[in-house]
């Protein structure tokens, strides 16, 4: 479900961010190369990514395409994952899936995250009533149970791919810029942005140049657990049946779609189940990596 | 001057403590000998991260494990080796035989606990006593240490103290069991002057009153010079200067000594022109020199120091400097060179 | 609160598309849709409809559900609210049991296999679909093992399942949330001031440690609260159980304004009232905070 | 002090509003720096002490208008800075720099020195484009890091060096003032000395003020010309380097003089050990801040704000205390 | 909230113990069913949820037989009198649950009520055909028409045709507690509770005239997830549902379950809106029609358990002709019509279908599918059954999926409502077809009292319905009811409605 694991995740400890940099730059890679989870993360992530870009190459049947004749029916060499019960293959079903769902993940986090991070630096540079009233509006958007906020945007503008990105995308929005601007308080209060103030230069210098950089990676961090929830939370909208319209192979769709057959033909379920709970399993991981190895206090 | 186990409460010998971290093995402490004399006192002075805090760790086996690691020496305490201790035994020796002020009262007092009940923890684990009892000992050991209406202090949680009363608490701590070693590392860094003296006249006070040993480490000469009996320089994880306060300060040996009392601006004493001053900067643990560390800085270094890590010898007036210049050996070598990176 | 029911009045009100018309049907024609608009005072100026919704939702009116002609707040008051706020306490109480435990074994035992394996499960509890996991403990828990019923609500058989669908995810945060804020809290200066007091381990993971890794927990478990009022929505559905989410998925589907925005309204409120209430704790846990 | 003043301060007050309550309101104020006067003239360094949260920082960063004051008037030049529009200041700044405390956050971490030099450059205008590089190169010389090091990133100097970097950034610009807010503190001795010679040395060539602010009355001590010593959001006496630290006339001082360890074995002083803390800025005592912990205090003290007067001596000497007072009285 | 948890911990467990006591007496039997009724009101909306439930609690002057063949129920005879007069003779030994009498004034209130415009009944059209109702005596009325009527009885038989107690009606009236909730018949059953979207409870009436059902209460439970109903029934928690076609061979499989099936009288069909464009084109609906597989639909969706279309009509209905030829499936000649039609590239359509059901949302998809190679683009909207009619009876759909049962087994009532102009919208013609010439037809079949010119009428009209395609006929399913933990007594009649009254729960 929709959790929110922005919690878990830190906001830029002041000592961190430019004291360790030495550390931190330098053993970045070492250190996220070194942890294994998180190479494992990354090449799940990776690995499913070209799927869905080449999808159309790789998928040996029409994802949309109905044989009755052949419904249920189990793995075979003639359909590696069996088909589902209108006997479409699930094999492609699922690359073509790959590309909704990511496409869902990402581009909502994305969207989120970039309105978010553009409120969270303006409240937290400027500060005052600036600040006041877009974390009243982040309290507000947050008082909202996660999925609901979404099943009432979906509801009122309908549901489809875009609305649910839409829908996504706006429960990531107080999110974000709650980190963002925890990070630019910690980040603005820095003496380096003193002395470039010192130096006279705008704000909008001092934003973009100075601050954005520096409060980037716990985003990038964040930004990876968040598609992975953001994937979930679109799987349940499905299951709603307020999610991505059939035929379209999204996997939370296709899971939902075959929970009547968990009994007689499981591997309907189980595989869309298994390729989401992988996928999940493998941004989570990849952030986590980043994480530790974004941060200079985990040794080892 | 020669130290015996008689006389000596603490005897650090050839002591070597590491990390182990991605970049590499970091000898954070790299062969330390010194002993304090009971009811005396000590002090451990040298630049930031020449090891000071790490060797104080290691005597009371404080260290995060794995990654820091004693390898080798002896930590001898009323005469028993410290590091042959079982994990029980050392739980026993810790807050009772010896306990430790830390440099930070701010974050050293855990937040959730009051002031009471953290000096209270020490007094029931170590003399037995039940919850009554202990609190009574604690406010009583507040007020010992200067806190008015030591009562409702006790109750207090630690951030409604200021960082002075913080750092009495945290002395209330460490002296409840009257331990017979008192380690405090940089007691009183964080605190202003005028509280700092508050501080470390209580320490010294206290200390005649209880007849506790103690050993001081600080970068501060002027606290060192205030407090201490002897003086242990560290540079790069080594004592390279160990004598009495007086010699110290009057007639320091080691190259590094003269160089950083001389680089002090003091407050009571005018320096016309520039102060004089150690070139180059302290270098990278990972990326020592061989030969002696201070080499690379050193005015008057030659071959030998470069390529040779002198001993902690004896000099002639029983003072311990770890030089080539105190040796026979200097006479031999040639011209200084310098080898400035 | 005052955003929150201004959120909610807005939401329904500005989307696109005229609500009367919506209600009254496409091809209803312009009296009916005006009458409608009359019966549901949309003619009126747009603040003034919100001042008479906020002044009858403090009077604990919340207009009459277009669906059941009844009043929203008997709707959602009657059981509804009751069922979905023991459903939601079990799951926070079952997250939180489990949660901990497992966090505190993780941090204690850095790196060892309990603690990678628990880590592992706690990632798959996260990344699990809750109606997945509940009809996976539907079929494994009551038809092949048969150990609770399989729907419905009353007993307090019928709230385990549900309660640990709704759980699971809260319960995987939890225990990641607590192992790291564990691990941080351990590295602390008063934990090495404990050690030198000669504090035994154990002791000073439970007195000191988990006393202060507890802090940015409990804000989560406040937070977690509201997801598991969102997680409702689908357990309910699994289970049958007649609670706020269904009824929220059932009035969206009808497009029931008055109960959509009563239901929503109800949730986000009670979301603030946990967490209002969460931070005290915090503040009664944390004195801290008070200086900040 | 013939010379003209570059810089004024007058009656410089900077409060922090504390919020609280349900909706946020200014509930009090943090009177961080509470009615401060003085004056710096051009080519001195002046010195600020005091123990920790007396106000320093703010009066510098009030000077530079990092914070706006609350209220009060800072003239340099002549020219009230704090009439002047965000834009006016903007090119003002060029006249007026600060050197931080932190050598590890005043440097953004992903810049190259270079890159850092460059942009304040390129913010006031200084140097043309094509003869930025030798400018930077020269600069770099200065303080005393070799030319090859210009690509590199702070995080691979040592402290010592990193703050070089930050008073390069300050000189880049050609400022006449320059505020050093602590900074030798954050310094191993051994650096520090380096460091505060460096400084020396660029004031003498550049013909550069300084505002030095520091709680190390040693370095104080041999950096500046004059001193001044607050407590608690006032200045309690302001005086020159000879006669403040020969003949330091408010108690306050005389307690901070004698508190500092000193390194000089052979001769012990009696110590004047102040009893009790700093008093919040929040609520600070009526009367003279200081009478709370003044082992000289008398009932006036608790009463009445004493003002900072002149006194005779053999040089410049002002002190706010009742007892120097009725003394001359 | 700890409180409220505290107490209602507490509140629960005497509420289990009751369960468990009154279930070793003598039962309680649970059915099952994805969505709530919308209403208790007999002439309140027509749908299976709604009549499954009234069924239990009120009863009708007549009923249908396990045959099909219509016999009296509250009624002990009828007769046509004359043209355009029924006689019935009612039964004298009833009670309402309220305790009131059954006569011929409950019979007369009831019947009036339905018909009476302001009620405005879903309803009503099973029974507008009756001019009057006159009350002869305490026990015998007269149900008069304006033109002949055969399939009366069968009309009467419907849940349409429930006789309300008059106090019922007319504390409604009075404005007093609405039918809706306070339902009280004379059936085997009375209502006991109704908890909205969740459950509703009926006792057994042990005053009932017939014989009183052999256990205590029925349970109707709202369970929205197939996959949970299935798990119940397995489990032994449920112990009848209606099981979709899908699910039938698994259920089929397990060890407990028996299954009861019964042919329907059921025509699920996907129909568009005349009123709205392209549809208004018979060429467009002929196409589609064309372009589905109902054979594909049968074996794919029913997994067999059903009978492909021919026309509107089952073939268990009287008047229905299975000679027919129906238009055949041929994508090609699909293509073509919607090229003349003006959409040679297709176009893009919403076909809206209820939550729920499984079967309607695969239909859904099969559509979907076949209509792509057309070019019909074809979004799906799954929408809660009450909107759902409300939306296709307003008429703001383009396609829908829906099924219709001819409750009375008698083409007349498998037709009328879904074609003839009067019946536009709620009262069942939401493809808002329009034919006079099948109008004509549909009142020659209700009136004429020659069974065969009324056949001859039906077999005329099911070409012209073949032809004009106001919606694609696609299959008759059969009602397949899974129980559990049930000797015998089910009986479900051919419109799929359960009658739980014979039920023997097993021990
Ligand atoms: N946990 C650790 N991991 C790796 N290296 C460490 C760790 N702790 C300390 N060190 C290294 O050990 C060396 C000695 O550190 P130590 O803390 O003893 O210095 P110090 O003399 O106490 O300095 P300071 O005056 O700054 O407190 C330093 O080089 C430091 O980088
Ligand atoms: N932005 C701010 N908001 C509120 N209070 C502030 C702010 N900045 C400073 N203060 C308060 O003002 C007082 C003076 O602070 P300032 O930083 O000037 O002290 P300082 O003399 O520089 O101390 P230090 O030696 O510790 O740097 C302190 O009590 C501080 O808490
Ligand atoms: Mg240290
Ligand atoms: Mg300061
Ligand atoms: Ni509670």
Same mark, same amino acid.
């Given at each position: 479900?929709?959790?929110?694991?922005?919690?878990?995740?830190?906001?830029?400890?002041?000592?961190?961010?430019?004291?360790?940099?030495?550390?931190?730059?330098?053993?970045?890679?070492?250190?996220?190369?070194?942890?294994?989870?998180?190479?494992?993360?990354?090449?799940?992530?990776?690995?499913?990514?070209?799927?869905?870009?080449?999808?159309?190459?790789?998928?040996?049947?029409?994802?949309?395409?109905?044989?009755?004749?052949?419904?249920?029916?189990?793995?075979?060499?003639?359909?590696?994952?069996?088909?589902?019960?209108?006997?479409?293959?699930?094999?492609?079903?699922?690359?073509?899936?790959?590309?909704?769902?990511?496409?869902?993940?990402? !581009?909502?986090?994305?969207?989120?995250?970039?309105?978010?991070?553009?409120?969270?630096?303006?409240?937290?540079?400027?500060?005052?009533?600036?600040?006041?009233?877009?974390?009243?509006?982040?309290?507000?958007?947050?008082?909202?149970?996660?999925?609901?906020?979404?099943?009432?945007?979906?509801?009122?503008?309908?549901?489809?791919?875009?609305?649910?990105?839409?829908?996504?995308?706006?429960?990531?929005?107080?999110?974000?810029?709650?980190?963002?601007?925890?990070?630019?308080?910690?980040?603005?209060?820095?003496?380096?942005?003193?002395?470039?103030?010192?130096?006279?230069?705008?704000?909008?210098?001092?934003?973009?140049?100075?601050?954005?950089?520096?409060?980037?990676?716990?985003?990038?961090?964040?930004?990876?657990?968040?598609?992975?929830?953001?994937?979930?939370?679109?799987?349940?909208?499905?299951? !709603?049946?307020?999610?991505?319209?059939?035929?379209?192979?999204?996997?939370?769709?296709?899971?939902?779609?075959?929970?009547?057959?968990?009994?007689?033909?499981?591997?309907?379920? !189980?595989?869309?189940?298994?390729?989401?709970?992988?996928?999940?399993?493998?941004?989570?991981?990849?952030?986590?990596?980043?994480?530790?190895? !974004?941060?200079?206090?985990?040794?080892? | 001057?020669?130290?015996?186990?008689?006389?000596?409460?603490?005897?650090?010998?050839?002591?070597?403590?590491?990390?182990?971290?991605?970049?590499?093995?970091?000898?954070?402490?790299?062969? &330390?000998?010194?002993?304090?004399?009971?009811?005396?006192?000590?002090?451990?002075?040298?630049?930031?991260?020449?090891?000071?805090?790490?060797?104080?760790?290691?005597?009371?086996?404080?260290?995060?494990?794995?990654?820091?690691?004693?390898?080798?020496?002896?930590?001898?305490?009323?005469?028993?080796?410290?590091?042959?201790?079982?994990?029980?035994?050392?739980?026993?020796?810790?807050?009772?035989?010896?306990?430790?002020?830390?440099?930070?009262?701010?974050?050293?007092?855990?937040?959730?606990?009051?002031?009471?009940?953290?000096?209270?923890?020490?007094?029931?684990?170590?003399?037995?006593?039940?919850?009554?009892?202990?609190?009574?000992?604690?406010?009583?050991?507040?007020?010992?240490?200067?806190?008015?209406?030591?009562?409702?202090?006790?109750?207090?949680?630690?951030?409604?103290?200021?960082?002075?009363?913080?750092?009495?608490?945290?002395?209330?701590?460490?002296?409840?069991?009257?331990?017979?070693?008192?380690?405090?590392?940089?007691?009183?860094?964080?605190?202003?002057?005028?509280?700092?003296?508050?501080?470390?006249?209580?320490?010294? %006070?206290?200390?005649?009153?209880?007849?506790?040993?103690?050993?001081?480490?600080?970068?501060?000469?002027?606290?060192?010079?205030?407090?201490?009996?002897? &003086?242990?320089?560290?540079?790069?994880? %080594?004592?390279?200067?160990?004598?009495?306060?007086?010699?110290?300060?009057?007639?320091?040996?080691?190259?590094?000594?003269?160089?950083?009392?001389?680089?002090?601006?003091?407050?009571?004493?005018?320096?016309?022109?520039?102060?004089?001053?150690?070139?180059?900067? &302290?270098?990278?643990?990972?990326?020592?020199?061989?030969?002696?560390?201070?080499?690379?800085?050193?005015?008057?270094?030659?071959?030998?120091?470069?390529?040779?890590?002198?001993?902690?010898?004896?000099?002639?007036?029983?003072?311990?400097?770890?030089?080539?210049?105190?040796?026979?050996?200097?006479? %031999?070598?040639?011209?200084?060179?310098?080898?400035?990176? | 609160?005052?955003?929150?029911?201004?959120?909610?009045?807005?939401?329904?009100?500005?989307?696109?598309?005229?609500?009367?018309?919506?209600?009254?049907? #496409?091809?209803?024609?312009?009296?009916?849709?005006?009458?409608?608009?009359?019966?549901?005072?949309?003619? #009126?100026?747009?603040?003034?409809?919100?001042?008479?919704?906020?002044?009858?939702?403090?009077?604990?009116?919340?207009?009459?559900?277009?669906?059941?002609?009844?009043?929203?707040?008997?709707?959602?008051?009657?059981?509804?609210?009751?069922?979905?706020?023991?459903?939601?306490?079990?799951?926070?109480?079952?997250?939180?049991?489990?949660?901990?435990?497992?966090?505190?074994?993780?941090?204690?035992?850095?790196?060892?296999?309990?603690?990678?394996?628990?880590?592992?499960?706690?990632?798959?509890?996260?990344?699990?679909?809750?109606?997945?996991?509940?009809?996976?403990?539907?079929?494994?828990?009551?038809?092949?093992?048969?150990?609770?019923?399989?729907?419905?609500?009353?007993?307090?058989?019928?709230?385990?399942?549900?309660?640990?669908?709704?759980?699971?995810?809260?319960?995987?945060?939890?225990?990641?949330?607590?192992?790291?804020?564990?691990? #941080?809290?351990?590295?602390?200066?008063?934990?090495?001031?404990?050690?030198?007091?000669?504090?035994?381990?154990?002791?000073?993971?439970? /007195?000191?440690?988990?006393?202060?890794?507890?802090?940015?927990?409990?804000?989560?478990?406040?937070?977690?609260?509201?997801?598991?009022?969102?997680?409702?929505?689908?357990? #309910?559905?699994?289970?049958?159980?007649?609670?706020?989410?269904?009824?929220?998925?059932?009035?969206?589907?009808?497009?029931?304004?008055?109960?959509?925005?009563?239901?929503?309204?109800?949730?986000?409120?009670?979301?603030?009232?946990?967490?209002?209430?969460?931070?005290?704790?915090?503040?009664?846990?944390? /004195?801290?905070?008070?200086?900040? | 002090?013939?010379?003209?003043?570059?810089?004024?301060?007058?009656?410089?007050?900077?409060?922090?509003?504390?919020?609280?309550?349900?909706?946020?309101?200014?509930?009090?104020?943090?009177?961080?720096?509470?009615?401060?006067?003085?004056?710096?003239?051009?080519?001195?360094?002046?010195?600020?002490?005091?123990?920790?949260? $007396?106000?320093?920082?703010?009066?510098?960063?009030?000077?530079?208008?990092?914070?706006?004051?609350?209220?009060?008037?800072?003239?340099?030049?002549?020219?009230?800075?704090?009439?002047?529009?965000?834009?006016?200041?903007?090119?003002?700044?060029?006249?007026?720099?600060?050197?931080?405390?932190?050598?590890?956050?005043?440097?953004?971490?992903?810049?190259?020195?270079?890159?850092?030099?460059?942009?304040?450059?390129?913010?006031?205008?200084?140097?043309?484009?094509?003869?930025?590089?030798?400018?930077?190169?020269?600069?770099?010389?200065?303080?005393?890091?070799?030319?090859?090091?210009?690509?590199?990133?702070?995080?691979?100097?040592?402290?010592?060096?990193?703050?070089?970097?930050?008073?390069?950034?300050?000189?880049?610009?050609?400022?006449?003032?320059?505020? $050093?807010?602590?900074?030798?503190?954050?310094?191993?001795?051994?650096?520090?000395?380096?460091?505060?010679?460096?400084?020396?040395?660029?004031?003498?060539?550049?013909?550069?003020?300084?505002?030095?602010?520091?709680?190390?009355?040693?370095?104080?001590?041999?950096?500046?010309?004059?001193?001044?010593?607050?407590?608690?959001?006032?200045?309690?006496?302001?005086?020159?380097?000879?006669?403040?630290?020969?003949?330091?006339?408010?108690?306050?001082?005389?307690?901070?003089?004698?508190?500092?360890?000193?390194?000089?074995?052979?001769?012990?002083?009696?110590?004047?050990?102040?009893?009790?803390?700093?008093?919040?800025?929040?609520?600070?005592?009526?009367?003279?801040?200081?009478?709370?912990? $003044?082992?000289?205090?008398?009932?006036?003290?608790?009463?009445?704000?004493?003002?900072?007067?002149?006194?005779?001596?053999?040089?410049?000497?002002?002190?706010?205390?009742?007892?120097?007072?009725?003394?001359?009285? | 909230?700890?409180?409220?948890?505290?107490?209602?911990?507490?509140?629960?467990?005497?509420?289990?113990?009751?369960?468990?006591?009154?279930?070793?007496?003598?039962?309680?039997?649970?059915?099952?069913?994805?969505?709530?009724?919308?209403?208790?009101?007999?002439?309140?909306?027509?749908?299976?949820?709604?009549?499954?439930?009234?069924?239990?609690?009120?009863?009708?002057?007549?009923?249908?037989?396990?045959?099909?063949?219509?016999?009296?129920?509250?009624?002990?005879?009828?007769?046509?009198?004359?043209?355009?007069?029924?006689?019935?003779?009612?039964?004298?030994?009833?009670?309402?649950?309220?305790?009131?009498?059954?006569?011929?004034?409950?019979?007369?209130?009831?019947?009036?009520?339905?018909?009476?415009?302001?009620?405005?009944?879903?309803?009503?059209? =099973?029974?507008?055909?009756?001019?009057?109702?006159?009350?002869?005596?305490?026990?015998?009325?007269?149900?008069?028409?304006?033109?002949?009527?055969?399939?009366?009885?069968?009309?009467?038989?419907?849940?349409?045709?429930?006789?309300?107690?008059?106090?019922?009606?007319?504390?409604?009236?009075?404005?007093?507690?609405?039918?809706?909730?306070?339902?009280?018949?004379?059936?085997?059953?009375?209502?006991?509770?109704?908890?909205?979207?969740?459950?509703?409870?009926?006792?057994?009436?042990?005053?009932?005239?017939?014989?009183?059902?052999?256990?205590?209460?029925?349970?109707?439970?709202?369970?929205?997830?197939?996959?949970?109903?299935?798990?119940?029934?397995?489990?032994?928690?449920?112990?009848?549902?209606?099981?979709?076609?899908?699910?039938?061979?698994?259920?089929?499989?397990?060890?407990?379950?028996?299954?009861?099936?019964?042919?329907?009288?059921?025509?699920?069909?996907?129909?568009?809106?005349?009123?709205?464009?392209?549809?208004?084109?018979?060429?467009?609906?002929?196409?589609?029609?064309?372009?589905?597989?109902?054979?594909?639909?049968?074996?794919?969706?029913?997994?067999?358990?059903?009978?492909?279309?021919?026309?509107?009509?089952?073939?268990?209905?009287?008047?229905?002709?299975?000679?027919?030829?129906?238009?055949?499936?041929?994508?090609?000649?699909?293509?073509?019509?919607?090229?003349?039609?003006?959409?040679?590239?297709?176009?893009?359509?919403?076909?809206?279908?209820?939550?729920?059901?499984?079967?309607?949302?695969?239909?859904?998809?099969?559509?979907?599918?076949?209509?792509?190679?057309?070019?019909?683009?074809?979004?799906?909207?799954?929408?809660?059954?009450?909107?759902?009619?409300?939306?296709?009876?307003?008429?703001?759909?383009?396609?829908?999926?829906?099924?219709?049962?001819?409750?009375?087994?008698?083409?007349?009532?498998?037709?009328?409502?879904?074609?003839?102009?009067?019946?536009?919208?709620?009262?069942?013609?939401?493809?808002?077809?329009?034919?006079?010439?099948?109008?004509?037809?549909?009142?020659?079949?209700?009136?004429?009292?020659?069974?065969?010119?009324?056949?001859?009428?039906?077999?005329?009209?099911?070409?012209?319905?073949?032809?004009?395609?106001?919606?694609?006929?696609?299959?008759?399913?059969?009602?397949?009811?899974?129980?559990?933990? =049930?000797?015998?007594?089910?009986?479900?009649?051919?419109?799929?409605?359960?009658?739980?009254?014979?039920?023997?729960?097993?021990?």
């Amino acid at each position: 479900m929709d959790h929110q694991p922005q919690l878990e995740t830190m906001a830029v400890n002041p000592a961190r961010v430019g004291n360790s940099k030495a550390i931190r730059m330098k053993s970045f890679y070492k250190k996220l190369a070194k942890n294994k989870a998180a190479m494992v993360g990354a090449f799940i992530v990776i690995v499913f990514s070209l799927l869905a870009i080449f999808a159309p190459l790789l998928a040996p049947y029409d994802p949309t395409e109905m044989q009755l004749s052949k419904k249920l029916e189990t793995p075979s060499s003639e359909h590696w994952l069996g088909t589902d019960d209108k006997g479409r293959d699930i094999l492609s079903r699922l690359l073509y899936g790959s590309r909704i769902s990511l496409t869902v993940g990402i !581009l909502s986090t994305l969207l989120g995250a970039l309105t978010g991070i553009i409120l969270g630096v303006v409240a937290g540079y400027y500060g005052r009533w600036v600040d006041s009233l877009i974390m009243r509006i982040c309290d507000v958007l947050l008082a909202f149970p996660g999925i609901l906020l979404a099943l009432a945007i979906v509801s009122v503008l309908g549901a489809s791919t875009t609305n649910v990105i839409i829908a996504v995308a706006f429960y990531a929005i107080p999110t974000f810029a709650r980190i963002v601007r925890g990070s630019t308080l910690t980040v603005k209060k820095l003496e380096y942005i003193d002395a470039i103030k010192a130096m006279g230069a705008r704000d909008t210098r001092i934003i973009i140049k100075h601050i954005l950089p520096n409060v980037l990676s716990p985003i990038i961090v964040q930004s990876t657990l968040y598609i992975a929830s953001a994937i979930i939370t679109a799987s349940a909208l499905s299951f !709603l049946g307020m999610g991505t319209k059939p035929p379209t192979p999204e996997w939370g769709t296709m899971l939902a779609q075959g929970r009547s057959y968990v009994a007689q033909a499981p591997h309907i379920t !189980l595989f869309p189940g298994l390729v989401i709970l992988l996928v999940v399993v493998g941004f989570n991981l990849f952030g986590d990596g980043l994480r530790d190895a !974004l941060d200079p206090k985990t040794k080892k | 001057m020669s130290l015996t186990k008689e006389e000596s409460i603490l005897e650090v010998r050839n002591l070597r403590t590491s990390f182990f971290t991605d970049e590499g093995e970091v000898k954070a402490v790299d062969g &330390v000998d010194f002993s304090i004399e009971k009811g005396k006192t000590l002090g451990i002075v040298g630049e930031s991260g020449s090891g000071k805090s790490i060797t104080s760790l290691s005597i009371l086996r404080l260290l995060q494990e794995p990654v820091g690691r004693i390898k080798e020496g002896e930590v001898i305490f009323k005469g028993e080796d410290l590091l042959k201790k079982s994990k029980k035994q050392m739980m026993a020796i810790r807050g009772n035989n010896i306990s430790m002020i830390f440099q930070e009262p701010m974050t050293s007092l855990n937040p959730t606990l009051t002031c009471g009940e953290q000096i209270a923890e020490s007094i029931r684990i170590h003399q037995k006593l039940n919850k009554k009892k202990a609190w009574e000992k604690s406010v009583e050991m507040l007020k010992l240490v200067g806190i008015p209406s030591p009562e409702k202090r006790a109750k207090q949680y630690p951030f409604e103290l200021s960082g002075g009363m913080r750092q009495r608490v945290m002395i209330a701590i460490s002296l409840a069991c009257n331990p017979e070693l008192l380690i405090a590392d940089e007691p009183t860094t964080a605190l202003d002057v005028t509280i700092q003296a508050q501080i470390l006249e209580l320490i010294k %006070k206290l200390q005649e009153d209880m007849g506790t040993s103690l050993m001081i480490i600080t970068h501060d000469l002027g606290v060192v010079a205030e407090m201490c009996d002897k &003086v242990a320089v560290m540079y790069c994880g %080594k004592v390279v200067e160990y004598a009495d306060v007086k010699t110290v300060f009057t007639d320091p040996k080691h190259p590094y000594t003269i160089g950083l009392l001389n680089s002090v601006p003091k407050h009571d004493e005018d320096v016309e022109g520039d102060l004089a001053i150690i070139t180059g900067s &302290v270098p990278s643990p990972f990326n020592l020199p061989s030969g002696c560390s201070f080499a690379p800085r050193c005015p008057s270094a030659k071959e030998i120091c470069h390529a040779t890590l002198p001993e902690l010898a004896e000099t002639s007036d029983g003072d311990k400097v770890r030089c080539w210049i105190y040796t026979d050996q200097w006479e %031999k070598e040639g011209e200084a060179v310098s080898r400035h990176e | 609160m005052i955003g929150v029911t201004l959120a909610v009045f807005l939401m329904m009100h500005l989307i696109p598309g005229d609500a009367a018309k919506i209600m009254a049907g #496409e091809n209803a024609n312009p009296e009916q849709i005006e009458q409608m608009r009359e019966n549901l005072g949309l003619n #009126e100026p747009l603040y003034q409809q919100y001042f008479s919704f906020i002044g009858n939702a403090v009077q604990g009116d919340l207009g009459n559900s277009i669906r059941t002609s009844r009043a929203v707040t008997s709707e959602i008051f009657d059981s509804r609210f009751w069922i979905t706020v023991q459903l939601a306490l079990v799951g926070t109480v079952l997250a939180v049991i489990f949660g901990l435990l497992a966090g505190i074994i993780s941090a204690t035992r850095k790196y060892s296999f309990a603690d990678v394996s628990l880590m592992v499960i706690a990632l798959f509890g996260l990344s699990m679909p809750n109606f997945w996991l509940g009809i996976m403990l539907i079929y494994l828990f009551s038809v092949n093992l048969g150990w609770f019923p399989v729907a419905g609500w009353g007993t307090w058989e019928h709230m385990i399942l549900p309660a640990i669908t709704l759980g699971t995810a809260g319960a995987a945060i939890i225990a990641r949330m607590t192992r790291s804020s564990m691990l #941080e809290v351990m590295d602390q200066d008063y934990i090495r001031t404990a050690y030198a007091k000669g504090v035994s381990d154990k002791l000073v993971i439970y /007195k000191h440690g988990l006393r202060n890794a507890l802090i940015p927990v409990v804000t989560v478990v406040g937070l977690q609260f509201g997801t598991l009022l969102g997680g409702a929505v689908i357990t #309910e559905t699994v289970f049958a159980v007649n609670g706020l989410g269904r009824l929220v998925i059932d009035s969206i589907r009808a497009h029931d304004f008055p109960m959509v925005q009563g239901t929503i309204l109800v949730c986000a409120v009670l979301f603030v009232v946990v967490n209002t209430m969460v931070d005290i704790s915090y503040r009664l846990l944390n /004195k801290r905070i008070d200086l900040n | 002090m013939s010379d003209q003043a570059l810089l004024e301060v007058k009656e410089l007050k900077q409060y922090f509003p504390i919020k609280g309550g349900v909706f946020g309101r200014t509930v009090n104020h943090v009177k961080a720096v509470d009615d401060v006067s003085f004056t710096v003239n051009e080519g001195e360094t002046v010195s600020i002490v005091g123990e920790s949260g $007396c106000g320093k920082s703010t009066t510098g960063r009030a000077i530079l208008r990092l914070d706006n004051p609350y209220s009060g008037n800072i003239y340099f030049q002549g020219e009230d800075l704090v009439s002047l529009s965000k834009s006016q200041m903007r090119k003002k700044r060029k006249d007026l720099q600060i050197i931080f405390q932190d050598p590890y956050a005043s440097l953004n971490p992903r810049q190259t020195v270079s890159q850092i030099l460059e942009e304040a450059m390129e913010i006031q205008k200084v140097i043309p484009k094509k003869d930025r590089r030798k400018k930077i190169t020269e600069l770099l010389e200065t303080v005393g890091i070799g030319a090859h090091q210009i690509d590199r990133y702070p995080h691979e100097f040592s402290g010592g060096q990193r703050q070089r970097i930050g008073i390069a950034r300050a000189l880049s610009v050609d400022p006449k003032l320059i505020v $050093c807010d602590e900074a030798v503190s954050a310094l191993d001795v051994s650096i520090q000395a380096q460091v505060l010679n460096l400084l020396k040395d660029l004031q003498r060539k550049f013909k550069l003020t300084y505002l030095f602010i520091s709680h190390d009355l040693g370095v104080v001590r041999h950096i500046s010309d004059r001193i001044i010593v607050m407590y608690l959001g006032k200045i309690v006496e302001v005086a020159d380097k000879k006669s403040l630290f020969n003949q330091p006339r408010h108690p306050y001082t005389q307690a901070l003089l004698s508190a500092i360890p000193s390194t000089n074995i052979t001769e012990r002083r009696e110590r004047i050990i102040l009893t009790g803390d700093v008093p919040s800025p929040i609520d600070p005592p009526a009367g003279c801040r200081f009478h709370t912990r $003044c082992p000289l205090a008398f009932d006036r003290c608790a009463k009445e704000e004493p003002k900072l007067m002149s006194v005779s001596g053999s040089g410049y000497q002002q002190v706010a205390c009742h007892l120097t007072e009725e003394s001359k009285a | 909230a700890c409180g409220g948890n505290g107490t209602s911990g507490n509140e629960s467990k005497p509420e289990a113990d009751d369960d468990e006591s009154s279930e070793s007496a003598s039962g309680e039997l649970v059915f099952v069913t994805p969505s709530d009724a919308p209403t208790l009101d007999p002439h309140g909306q027509n749908d299976t949820a709604s009549n499954t439930a009234t069924s239990q609690i009120l009863e009708r002057l007549t009923d249908y037989a396990e045959d099909g063949t219509v016999v009296p129920l509250l009624a002990t005879e009828f007769d046509n009198i004359d043209d355009t007069t029924w006689e019935f003779k009612l039964r004298e030994d009833v009670k309402f649950h309220d305790g009131s009498d059954f006569n011929a004034e409950a019979v007369k209130m009831s019947l009036d009520r339905i018909l009476d415009p302001k009620l405005a009944s879903p309803k009503a059209v =099973i029974l507008n055909m009756i001019s009057e109702v006159v009350v002869i005596d305490d026990y015998t009325v007269h149900i008069k028409t304006e033109e002949p009527f055969a399939p009366m009885p069968a009309h009467l038989a419907h849940n349409a045709g429930s006789i309300i107690a008059p106090s019922a009606i007319e504390e409604e009236n009075n404005g007093g507690t609405k039918i809706d909730e306070n339902p009280i018949g004379t059936g085997p059953f009375k209502f006991k509770e109704w908890n909205r979207g969740a459950e509703i409870k009926f006792d057994k009436n042990e005053d009932y005239w017939g014989e009183v059902p052999s256990f205590d209460s029925i349970s109707i439970k709202v369970v929205p997830e197939q996959s949970t109903r299935v798990a119940m029934l397995e489990t032994g928690e449920a112990n009848i549902m209606l099981v979709g076609a899908s699910d039938v061979e698994r259920v089929e499989a397990m060890d407990k379950i028996e299954i009861d099936r019964v042919r329907g009288t059921r025509m699920d069909y996907v129909s568009f809106n005349l009123n709205k464009p392209p549809y208004d084109d018979v060429k467009v609906r002929q196409a589609i029609a064309m372009a589905i597989d109902k054979e594909d639909v049968v074996k794919g969706i029913l997994d067999g358990q059903g009978i492909p279309a021919v026309g509107p009509l089952a073939p268990n209905v009287i008047g229905n002709s299975q000679d027919l030829e129906p238009l055949p499936y041929d994508v090609d000649a699909a293509k073509e019509l919607l090229a003349e039609a003006g959409h040679p590239d297709g176009f893009k359509t919403t076909i809206y279908v209820n939550e729920g059901s499984k079967e309607r949302a695969d239909i859904a998809e099969l559509v979907q599918a076949q209509l792509a190679p057309i070019g019909i683009e074809v979004e799906i909207e799954v929408i809660e059954w009450a909107t759902f009619l409300e939306k296709t009876g307003a008429g703001e759909h383009e396609l829908f999926v829906l099924g219709w049962t001819t409750v009375t087994g008698d083409a007349d009532y498998g037709l009328y409502a879904l074609f003839h102009s009067s019946q536009h919208g709620d009262p069942g013609n939401r493809s808002f077809y329009n034919n006079p010439k099948a109008d004509e037809l549909l009142d020659k079949g209700r009136t004429s009292t020659d069974q065969d010119e009324r056949n001859a009428a039906y077999a005329e009209l099911s070409e012209i319905l073949v032809e004009e395609a106001p919606m694609v006929y696609l299959h008759h399913p059969d009602f397949v009811h899974g129980t559990n933990g =049930i000797e015998s007594g089910l009986f479900v009649n051919f419109g799929g409605t359960p009658f739980f009254k014979g039920v023997k729960l097993a021990n």
